[in-house]
């Protein structure tokens, strides 16, 4: 019986102080992109080391899922692959919300075939006539190819889904202000997803984030001119060479504060840097990495 009281009286002192030390760790909640989410949970889980009390919490869903919870106070970083709209800095505002912005690294938005496809070099124009609902590109002989495996010789269009900053930046770059997607494309959730139906479709054709590249697809090289391509690569992401790049996001509440501030500050040194970096995005400077 002595035994028994002791065990328990244990059991409940470990409760205790297990329980103290989980009131003691700080919580930052981290939501959106999911361009930026594998990174994004790199720095969560190298900063663990750093600050063993902090724990961020970082789930993707896309850039629209990280701004509505920043709109609706839900969260304390929203990563975006896009800048928030007017009316949702409004919205944001409105319920008393100020999204401040920090640019966290740069991404090539490569465009995507499968190895069966001859086309080594795209035109922004081309990709227009593919993607756009105005475009005229539908089968693959319409650029003068032919696609081994490919018998039907239609375009497979493959998207993201509409609350992506994935989906809205390549609209916005490629199909312009007024442009819009064509019917029947395959609207991917996630990045990875565009790859692996690229991969296994030789009509397909997809984009997305230059860090989702494997050795089983191409990577087009893109013109803006019809006359020099210019390859997806960090570099070419950094200096601005390549058509279809942008800088990624973070949003947080304001001047950022306390644990979040201290945050922020380790995303962007130079080891927070050599992480985006290792992930296959540019950094937001030069840095000198191990």
């Known amino acids: 019986m002595k035994n028994h009281t002791l ?6 002192v470990s409760t205790l102080i297990t329980g103290t030390d989980l009131l003691a760790r700080t919580a930052i909640q981290n939501k959106g992109s999911d361009t930026l989410v594998n990174v994004a949970q790199a720095w969560a889980e190298a900063y663990q080391n750093v600050e063993p009390n902090v ?3 970082v789930n993707g ?8 919870a920043m709109i609706n106070g839900t969260v304390d970083i929203a990563n975006a692959s896009r800048k928030m709209k007017k009316r949702e800095i409004e919205m944001a505002k409105g319920r008393g919300q100020d999204p401040m912005v920090h640019i966290v690294g740069y991404d090539a938005l490569a465009v995507f075939l ?16 593919i993607y756009n609902r105005k475009g005229t590109a539908r ?25 992506s900053g994935t989906y809205a930046y390549f609209k916005k770059a ?7 997607y064509r019917s029947g494309t395959l609207d991917m959730h996630g990045s990875k997803d565009v790859v692996d139906l690229v991969e296994k479709t030789p009509c397909a054709i997809g984009y997305s984030g230059l860090a989702y590249a494997t050795d089983h697809i191409n990577m087009a090289c893109i013109s803006k001119d019809g ?56 950094s937001i400077r030069d840095v000198s990495c191990n």
């Open 7 to 12: 065990l328990s009286l244990m059991i409940a």
């Open 55 to 57: 724990v961020i919490a």
């Open 61 to 68: 869903g896309g850039s629209g899922t990280g701004i509505a």
């Open 114 to 129: 499968n190895q069966n496809n001859p086309i080594k070099t795209l035109t922004i124009a081309q990709l227009n006539d």
């Open 139 to 163: 089968k693959w002989s319409d650029l003068g190819v032919s696609v081994p495996g490919c018998k039907s010789d239609q375009i497979v269009v493959v998207s993201r889904q509409n609350n």
């Open 174 to 180: 490629v199909l312009g202000k007024k442009g819009k």
């Open 227 to 282: 006359k020099t391509c210019v390859n997806p690569s960090v570099a070419t992401a950094s200096d601005g060479r390549y058509p279809i790049a942008r800088p990624l996001f973070m949003y947080t509440n304001g001047e950022p504060m306390g644990e979040i501030k201290t945050y922020m500050e380790y995303v962007k040194s130079n080891v927070g840097q050599c992480t985006i970096l290792d992930k296959g995005y540019a």
